[in-house]
């Protein structure tokens, strides 16, 4: 059974630092891409950004709203992905989701786990 | 970025009924388009991809349409299970974009 599991989440300042895991089961890692996707209280779904596959070069793109400021790297030998989260802002507050894949057709997406960015 | 303009933003249907939501894109999509049913403090899942493609085990009342720009998503028959809001999203291009989502429920 393929799994994704988030975790990291929390209350953090403004300005401060936090870092998601996306703890996988069930498939082989290495052979896909992972995307992480976000959802402020209330409101839609938002993509932030894909790492590829390390056959392609473990090549990353990321939303306007959050390059520079997030990066999301793998680990295959752990089978998890991981979003850094630097110079965190109030609108950044959101369940994080990872989902396996491109973000095209994705089936499987974690349980999300909640950043809330307050003072 | 592609624009996803999903409509209505709410819906009030009785049971039964058959319901319809769109979603038009900003610019030609081809066929990428997913349809996804979220439920409260649950992740969204998956209905229809390739905008008309059923995935696996979901069940056959729902259906999607379209291509190029203009998508309909459809609830043949609308059951109780059914009250969730609805999200179309395209992943012709980079950024990945959804529309503002449909919120669903009983008349």
């Known amino acids: 059974e393929v799994q994704l599991v988030e975790s990291g989440g929390g209350l953090v300042q403004p300005g401060r630092s936090l870092r998601l895991s996306c703890t996988t089961s069930?498939?082989?890692?290495?052979?896909?891409?992972m995307s992480w996707f976000r959802q402020a209280p209330g409101e839609g779904l938002e993509w932030i950004g894909l790492?590829?596959?390390?056959?392609?070069?473990?090549?990353?793109e990321y939303a306007a709203s959050v390059k520079g400021r997030f990066t999301i790297s793998r680990d295959d030998t752990k089978s998890i992905a991981y979003l850094q989260m630097n110079g965190l802002k109030t609108e950044d507050t959101a369940v994080y989701y990872c989902?396996?894949?491109?973000?095209?057709?994705?089936?499987?997406w974690g349980q999300g786990t909640r950043v809330t960015v307050s003072s | 970025d592609i624009q996803m303009t999903q409509s209505p933003s709410s819906l009030s249907a009785s049971l039964g009924d058959r319901v319809t939501i769109t979603c038009q894109a900003s610019?030609?999509?081809?066929?990428?388009l997913n349809w996804y049913q979220q439920k409260p403090g649950k992740a969204p899942n998956l209905l229809i991809y390739?905008?008309?493609y059923l995935e696996v085990g979901v069940p056959s009342r729902f259906s999607g349409s379209g291509s190029g720009t203009d998508f309909t998503f459809t609830i043949s028959s609308l059951q109780s299970e059914d009250i969730a809001t609805y999200y179309c999203?395209?992943?012709?291009?980079?950024?990945?974009?959804f529309g503002q989502g449909t919120r669903l429920d009983i008349k």
């Open positions: 989902v396996r894949g491109l973000g095209r057709i994705s089936k499987y």
């Open positions: 069930g498939f082989m890692f290495g052979d896909y891409a």
């Open positions: 790492i590829t596959r390390r056959r392609n070069g473990e090549t990353t």
């Open positions: 610019q030609d999509i081809s066929k990428h």
């Open positions: 390739d905008a008309s």
């Open positions: 999203q395209q992943y012709d291009n980079l950024p990945r974009t």
